[in-house]
């Protein structure tokens, strides 16, 4: 596939297919990504693949958590606050959500029960754990942003090589909400930080959730250019 293609076509899915993932499409898939640049060539990602039994374990563990009122706290937590422009932004994402899902503003019940979906990983059969080292991370001088930042090109490696293997993804900070089950079920020690999800599996297309195409705000307002005319 075109990497342009790749680039336009990429988008969050939000529905998917039980079917599972070979493992070897996802083996030649996170090869692939390795390519990806990182500072100094640290390369600091590893990834913890989960699938069947164990993933069916961690998202009925993510649904009982959530269910008993136990709120997730990711390794690196979700903000606190979104100053502008940045929660109009994700104003207007959650709103095409709960649009194309028939969620009402005020309709509690739904919107937990889409909470729920996305515990569950919105019914992917397989995730993409991306963890990095605490102490690199956050050693005790001041956090080192960088190994997230590479993380983050890894990540969008993974998401942009998956159509290929005509699948689909999205990266969640939902998948990592409840990092301490994570550690419990596959053995992850404390050394390391579990930074994201990437949820992967087959899209299921006939739900409209999936015909979502998020806004980009235009070039001219990001960027400014200077020296030429
Ligand atoms: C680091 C990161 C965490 C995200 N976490 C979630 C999540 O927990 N739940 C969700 O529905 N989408 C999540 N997303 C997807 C974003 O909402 C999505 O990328 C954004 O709205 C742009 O849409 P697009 O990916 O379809 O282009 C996450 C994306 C990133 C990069």
Known sequence: MEIVE?????KSIRAFKPDPVPKRALGELLELALRAPSFANTQP???AVVAGDKLEKIKQAYADN??????????????????????????????KVFELKG?????????????????????????????????????????????VFDCGLVAANIMLLAPRYELGTIAQIQAVAYPGVLRETLGIPESKLLLLGIAIGYPDWDDPINGLRSERDPLDRVSTWHGRE
């Open 103 to 147: 969620i009402g503003r005020e309709d509690r019940d739904k919107r937990k029960g889409w909470q729920l979906q996305g515990l569950r990983l919105f019914g992917a059969p397989c995730v993409i754990y991306v963890l990095t080292d605490r102490s690199f991370c956050l050693p005790p001088g001041g956090a080192n942003p960088w190994p």
């Open 66 to 95: 959530a269910e008993a009122g136990v709120a997730g706290v990711a390794d690196i937590p979700y903000p606190g606050e979104f100053p502008e422009l940045y929660d109009s932004r994700r104003r207007a994402v959650g709103k």
């Open 45 to 47: 990602w590893e990834f």
């Open 6 to 10: 790749a680039i336009r076509e990429r």
